[in-house]
């Protein structure tokens, strides 16, 4: 896909323009992304200006390390999250997805309404329900000795605890995945325009039937919802809506399809977790930081430096956990996957904008790993297959796994 050439500003020196920047909203490769292309960046200035790094192909500054993508996520003076997202915009709307793209003062307290939906203790009551999904839908393969791990696994289980979560009905699973693929992977606004109308429109209605008919679950809870002692507005109650819908069905499907590449290409780390169970939930960790799969974005309110580079208002900013995985001033060999390793990566955010659900997806993925391998015997990727990944937010197309099934 070739974007037009964007116009740079006269604050960006030439030398740190970068026009073949590689992780491009809406662009596969069968390159890997993190062994091969997030090195290639590695080898670059700690900051670049790429041509078209934002969603639409237009141009972000991209930090490469993970200190200075520290800085920038706690500089909430300089650096506004609000708008990081095209989605509004490109649908003529007021809304914002809430609180991701918040600002303090605002953030805290819409946060704070939020907090008590994802505590540990609300999603530890879920384990149950959720290892009886996982193991419903990893028992159903297991026989055939062979799964389209994405398509079989990693979009149905952790979406379909999402759909239960947010009290939205199973049967129209297809369809919600196809707007989010349109959402988040998709270089075409006009697609992305249209499947934010079709989520708006739906979102809609849900959220009309539960003011009249109240239930236990996420809309319900937005809708009675309360920040500063007032109930949330339409466009507020939307944007939280919406930030749920396109963080719930995801973000998780697209770790989960990462670790699970990494162990169907290293059996001496499945079976080091197949001998190790009790280490799961730090390996996820370690996944987490090496298979970084989200960038979000900042724009610049004021003028400012970070690393010695300018900052003007209005300038975009990428922030690409994928880099900061694989910063080798912030890991020790940072291509190399350790188990054992205990990082401190920002797979789900960094500051007041840490991941909301991250309990959940925590839960989910270790689940899914525990019950994969509890019921699976030894897999791998299907020989010959070469994975193909989503860039932007990075994600395996398919991942074909085959095993000997059990006699």
């Known amino acids: 896909m070739m974007f037009p050439e964007q116009p740079i500003p006269d604050h960006v020196p030439p030398e740190l323009v970068s026009r073949d920047f590689p992780f491009i909203f809406g662009m596969t490769t069968t390159e890997d992304p993190f062994d ?3 090195m290639q960046v590695h080898e670059g200035p700690d900051i670049i200006y790429a041509a078209h790094a934002y969603p639409g192909g237009t141009p972000a500054w991209v930090p490469r390390r993970m200190a200075h993508l520290r800085e ?4 909430t003076d300089h650096f506004s999250s609000t708008d990081f997202s095209p989605f509004s915009k490109l649908v003529g709307g007021n809304w914002i997805n809430s609180p991701a793209e918040l600002d ?4 805290g307290p819409f946060r704070q309404m939020v907090n008590p939906a994802f505590t540990p203790k609300a999603m530890a009551a879920l384990e149950d329900k959720i290892r009886l999904y996982a193991v419903e839908y990893i028992d159903a393969f297991a026989p055939r000795g062979q799964c389209e791990f994405m398509g079989d696994f ?4 952790p979406i379909k605890v999402f759909m239960e979560l947010m009290g939205l009905p199973h049967d129209r699973m297809s369809e919600f995945m ?3 693929m349109n959402l988040l992977h998709n270089h075409d606004l006009s697609k992305i325009a249209e499947a934010t109308r079709s989520v708006l429109a739906y979102l809609g209605g849900e959220i009309e039937d539960r003011r009249a008919n109240p239930r236990d679950d996420l809309i319900s809870f937005g809708v009675k919802g309360q920040i500063n002692g007032r109930a949330l507005t339409d466009d507020e109650l939307l944007g939280f809506m919406f930030n749920l819908f396109i963080g719930g069905l995801d973000t998780v499907s697209t770790n989960m399809g990462l670790h699970f590449r990494h162990l169907g290409s290293h059996p001496e780390d499945q079976a080091y977790l197949r001998a190790n169970p009790s280490e799961i939930s730090h390996a996820i960790d370690e996944l987490m930081r090496a ?9 610049c309110k004021k003028e400012t430096e970070v690393a010695g580079v300018r900052f003007m208002p209005g300038d975009k ?3 690409s956990t994928t880099l900061a995985g694989r910063d080798p001033a912030e890991f020790d060999a940072p291509a190399e996957v350790r188990l054992d390793r205990r990082p401190r990566h920002v797979g789900f955010g960094f500051g007041i904008h840490t991941c909301v659900g991250m309990h959940l997806a925590r839960r989910e993925l270790r689940i899914a790993m525990e019950e994969f ?12 297959h070469q994975v193909e990944c989503h860039l932007g937010m990075i994600q395996p197309v398919a991942l074909p796994l085959v095993w000997t099934p059990a006699s």
């Open 36 to 38: 091969d292309l997030a």
């Open 72 to 75: 920038i996520y706690l500089d």
């Open 104 to 107: 303090p003062p605002a953030h």
């Open 154 to 157: 990693a979009f149905e289980f």
């Open 178 to 180: 196809e707007w989010e």
């Open 291 to 299: 298979y970084g799969a989200v960038t979000t974005f900042r724009t």
């Open 317 to 319: 900013v990428a922030m």
């Open 373 to 384: 391998l509890a019921r699976i015997p030894d897999f791998r990727i299907t020989p010959g």
